[in-house]
């Protein structure tokens, strides 16, 4: 039986039969130290022990070589797995693998509710700890900047990473008081998950540095999305992302989503980076930018925005606004409906009055845009993006608007949807029960009194839904004006 090896910069594995033998090379780098048989052993005898809690039944235990010297060295033995189980494997032959991934899911979320919680791994896994690694790691790329990596894209990436952190801080106190921090598997990539028939096996946690396996449960799994996405099956890691949020109960944003999912593309860019040091190979420069490329990609897409939606009664701002909050998964507050609410009223029961009277009061108006801004900050300190359907005519709401997003580190964008006065005018007179008030002579008043917005993007609502829709998430991905 001929065995066959496989060699990494750090390590041999030796396959025979249905066992898998690894052993350490004796080295030292800047981040781990095999340079002796004592150390070699220990580093053994810890990924034994880490890897046993995802895969008990591979991991065997710890034996030892006997050269003809008498010299002896430390091997872990292992189950061999069926190479053609592997999942990355299965995924670029197209084989179906909803089912193994949904298992493994499961997997994963009840290995992060078992897993070991500490004050110092909660720290570990904490905002200033996940600042610390955006920052050295994008420092570690300057000497790669329009060498392999275009330095636009590695500013843009440090930017909008720390832009997010900073901005979430109620976000990330809430995921380390509710335990989502965990001592995880750190390294969790397609080729060292098995799909056998009694259920996935996960290998090869990270052994070498304990503080980058202590993360947010989501930012363990995130790892796993992150490379099938990498294999062309970004449809496969929303799902597995979907699967472990239902079993582990966790309702994280998909803004932190793609924030842990940009963050590991970005370490595979260094590491890639690093490989064509050695290599000077092409493929790995090609590489490097793709990793890059997807780390900016989920970073825009996650960023958070806080969207003003404004405009004269019939110009169709109530229709854009929640047609823009469904499109792109973001928070919708509504000004008429939180005016009745805050009333005590039911959001349909007519309470119309004259131009700044009753419910529309100068005094009840202010109040109302306060508590808007209030809910919009506490729901994008936590991440989620807010778009605030409001007339917003008066300059010193948008002013305080934009207060909160400069407090929550989010991108404001304001639009202000138009239409002729004619076609307004009939949608206000045709229109069915809504929580809206406003009457033809409202919103010519409201027009009277408006201040200019200067800043805002138009959206000409005059055509179809879609069209505007097309007009606001153009706006939305461009984000605010420089």
Known sequence: ?????????????????????????????AFLDFSTAELRRAALCRELELNRRLAPDVYLGIATFTDPDGGTEAVLVMRRMPAERRLATLVAAGAPVSDALRDLAKLMAVFHARARRTPEITADGGAPALRGRWAANVTELAPYRD???PAADVDEIGRLALRFVDGRGDLF????????????????????????????RVLDCLDFDARLRHVDGLDDVAFLAMDLERLGRPDLAGDFLDAYAEFAGDPAPAALRHHYIAYRALVRAKVACLRHDQTGAQTDAE???????????????????????GGLPGTGKSTVAG????????????????????AGLDPHTPAGAGFGQGLYAPERTEQLYGELLRRAERLLARGESVVLDASWICAEHRAAAADVAGRTVSDLVELQC?????????????????????????????????????????????????????????????????
């Open 287 to 309: 590489t490097a930018r793709t990793y890059a490329a997807m780390a900016l990609r989920h970073l825009r897409t996650g960023a958070v925005r806080l969207v003003l939606v």
């Open 173 to 200: 106190r809430s995921r380390c008081a509710e335990g989502r921090v965990v001592d995880g598997h750190g390294d969790l990539i397609a080729d060292d998950v098995f799909c056998l028939d009694d259920g996935p």
């Open 418 to 482: 138009r239409a002729p006065a004619e076609l307004a005018a009939r949608r206000i007179r045709s229109r069915g029960p809504t929580a809206s008030d406003a009457t033809a002579e409202i919103a010519a008043a409201m027009a009277e009194a408006a201040d200019p917005w200067p800043r805002a993007t138009v959206v000409d609502t005059s055509g179809s839904v879609g069209e505007s829709l097309e007009q606001a998430l153009r706006a939305w991905e461009a984000g605010p004006p420089a």
């Open 147 to 149: 060498r392999v990596l």
């Open 323 to 342: 047609a823009l909050a469904d499109a792109c998964s973001a928070a919708l507050l509504s000004s008429d409906r939180i005016r009745k609410e805050t």
């Open 1 to 29: 039986m001929t065995p066959q090896i496989a060699e990494t910069h750090v390590g041999l594995v030796v396959l025979v039969g249905d066992r898998a033998y690894k052993t350490k090379k004796a080295v030292r780098t």
